[in-house]
């Protein structure tokens, strides 16, 4: 732990005393991550899960390339990768679109790339957003924000895709809609997915492997492969069998 800034000293207005601080702050050294290694496969699906404060967002904003302030190398296709690229896109909690432009405006925003009309059309009708295009985001529900939200994400043809809890802010139904759709999108373009979940049956349903992280600091303390086919029933016995094993990996030693 370390300290710094000035100390503190008491002050004095009318009769009354009261502390008064300048430039001081607090600041803890333990990292957030630690020794994290691991490889995803071309068209794979990997999930991150583990509990609050572990570092899974970090990990992720760390392969957006949104986070540089780290130790080790991030690398795509074996080279080395610095800062955000078309290759990795990002679907976030939120949607995040822009209010002011359309449903196709906010797919096709590509920083001065240009605009594929086309491209735009054939991902909103994937992602089951045919006939929005010209409709704002105040006019979506939440689900179909979400999905503007992938097409988007999809737009720069992106090899990974990276997902931040993408569906905990909507409804059970809407978020097993979204679930097989994002699963079935993914595979229809040859695009890898890393997942963050804090949902244990969402890992399970969708990833290809299972990377449990620990805490203090955010290391990977176990590895479970899926190896059940798709399509994937939610009740079934054998995702049950692997919902257990991330239990008990998850679980605190003791």
């Known amino acids: 732990?370390?300290?710094?800034?000035?100390?503190?000293?008491?002050?004095?207005?009318?009769?009354?005393?009261?502390?008064?601080?300048?430039?001081?702050?607090?600041?803890?050294?333990t990292p957030v991550l630690s020794d994290v290694r691991f490889a995803l496969a071309a068209g794979e699906v990997l999930a991150l899960v583990g509990a609050s404060g572990c570092g899974k967002s970090t990990l992720l904003?760390?392969?957006?390339?949104?986070?540089?302030?780290f130790s080790g190398e991030v690398r795509l296709g074996g080279r080395p990768r610095q800062g955000p690229d078309r290759d990795i896109g990002v679907v976030f909690q939120e949607p995040r679109l822009f209010p002011w432009l359309t449903v196709a405006e906010n797919v096709g925003f590509d920083l001065g790339q240009g605009h594929d009309e086309a491209w735009v059309r054939r991902l909103l009708e994937e992602v089951g957003l045919a006939g929005l295009e010209d409709a704002l985001p105040r006019q979506l529900s939440g689900g179909q924000a979400q999905r503007a939200a992938i097409a988007r994400a999809l737009?720069?043809?992106?090899?990974?895709?990276?997902?931040?809890?993408?569906?905990?802010?909507?409804?059970?139904?809407?978020?097993?809609?979204?679930?097989?759709?994002?699963?079935?999108?993914?595979?229809?373009?040859?695009?890898?997915?890393?997942?963050?979940?804090?949902?244990?049956?969402?890992?399970?349903?969708?990833?290809?492997?299972?990377?449990?992280?620990?805490?203090?600091?955010?290391?990977?303390?176990?590895?479970?492969?899926?190896?059940?086919p798709h399509p994937r029933g939610r009740g079934s016995a054998e995702l049950g069998a692997l919902r257990g094993q991330v239990l008990s990996a998850l679980a605190p030693p003791g």
């Not at 710094?4 to 803890?28: D, I, V, Y």
């Not at 760390?62 to 302030?69: C, E, F, K, N």
């Open 1 to 29: 732990m370390r300290r710094c800034g000035q100390r503190g000293r008491l002050g004095r207005q009318g009769s009354r005393e009261w502390p008064r601080w300048r430039g001081t702050c607090l600041a803890r050294e």
């Open 61 to 69: 904003r760390i392969v957006a390339g949104l986070d540089p302030d």
């Open 155 to 228: 737009y720069t043809r992106p090899r990974v895709l990276l997902l931040d809890e993408p569906f905990s802010a909507l409804d059970a139904f809407t978020r097993m809609k979204l679930q097989d759709l994002v699963r079935e999108v993914a595979r229809a373009h040859g695009t890898s997915l890393l997942l963050v979940t804090h949902d244990i049956e969402e890992a399970v349903l969708l990833a290809d492997r299972v990377l449990v992280l620990g805490a203090a600091p955010g290391r990977i303390v176990r590895e479970i492969p899926v190896g059940v």
